[in-house]
């Protein structure tokens, strides 16, 4: 009889079933402060924006002409996509500005999966690198969790950034006060009250910051996007939803305005 040696498992496989327990009992973790978050039903009609790409082109074919006037002084703008999503998800949105005369660039990499310190350095070279070939500071335009990478390169290297444009991030207040904290921590792997990098996300960049927010958005408090008096110098209501942000032309028009001001 053969002799039947016990059967190891290897140790990476060990390893990444430890990681995974840990990533869903940081889901299953209970709020503690018990916070707010958009009502089901708002959270419901963001399902509603999967048609968007066949109303876009309807809408492009009912009406060529261009979302954003042609710039009085042309941009240099860094685009910031959200959480889970990649810069194609903006592509459209960022066409339009340059429809309207202004150079948009992308962050420097792919889908966002959360604040990391890799991720955070790979943004960050990315705009010394656009500030660099481009000789004035940069417009950063971040849409829900990208916004916050904005603010926090704003904080970083206040000399390249010329002004900070949020759309739906979560800034101000509890970090859980929207209906995607849960996910947010199981795919980035780390509390939305502890990340790697700004911690002290509500303090206001030094350079002129505006917070796009709007009542119908499913996923972010409103509050939380809005900001309060000193966490941000303006805050402008949209009438959008969270995904709406990407790709709407009241957002798209509100962020031409922005990039005409100081």
Same mark, same amino acid.
């Given at each position: ?98 429809? %309207? @005369? +202004?150079? =948009?660039?992308?962050?420097?990499? /792919?889908? &966002? ?9 790979? #943004? ?63 795919? %980035? @792997? +780390?509390? =939305?009250?502890?990340?790697?990098? /700004?911690? &002290? ?9 505006? #917070? ?51």
């Amino acid at each position: 009889m053969a002799l039947q040696l016990p059967v190891r498992r290897p140790a990476k496989f060990a390893m990444y079933r430890q990681e995974l327990s840990r990533r869903i009992d940081l889901v299953r973790e209970a709020d503690p402060e018990r916070t707010r978050s958009p009502h089901w039903k708002l959270l419901l009609g963001e399902a509603g924006q999967v048609a968007e790409p066949v109303r876009r082109f309807a809408r492009q074919r009912r009406d060529p002409s261009p979302l954003v006037p042609q710039a009085n002084t042309p941009r240099t703008v860094i685009i910031m996509p959200g959480f889970a999503t990649h810069p194609l998800r903006m592509r459209y949105f960022a066409r339009s500005l340059e429809a %309207a @005369g +202004h150079t =948009v660039k992308n962050w420097g990499q /792919g889908f &966002n999966w959360g604040v990391s310190e890799e991720r955070f350095a790979i #943004a960050e070279r990315r705009l010394l690198d656009v500030y660099d070939r481009c000789g004035e500071p940069v417009w950063l335009v971040g849409w829900s969790l990208g916004g916050l990478f904005a603010r926090e390169l704003a904080k970083q290297q206040p000399h390249a950034v010329a002004k900070v444009i949020t759309m739906g991030s979560p800034f101000s207040g509890s970090p859980r006060a929207n209906n995607a904290w849960r996910m947010y921590q199981l795919i %980035a @792997g +780390h509390r =939305v009250d502890s990340p790697p990098v /700004g911690r &002290n996300v509500a303090d206001k960049p030094p350079v002129p910051t505006v #917070a796009l927010w709007s009542p119908r958005d499913g996923v972010v408090d409103p509050r939380s996007a809005a900001g309060k008096s000193g966490e941000r110098d303006r805050a402008v209501a949209l009438r959008c939803t969270h995904i709406g942000f990407s790709f709407s032309p009241e957002a798209i028009r509100a962020v031409g305005r922005e990039l005409e001001e100081r």
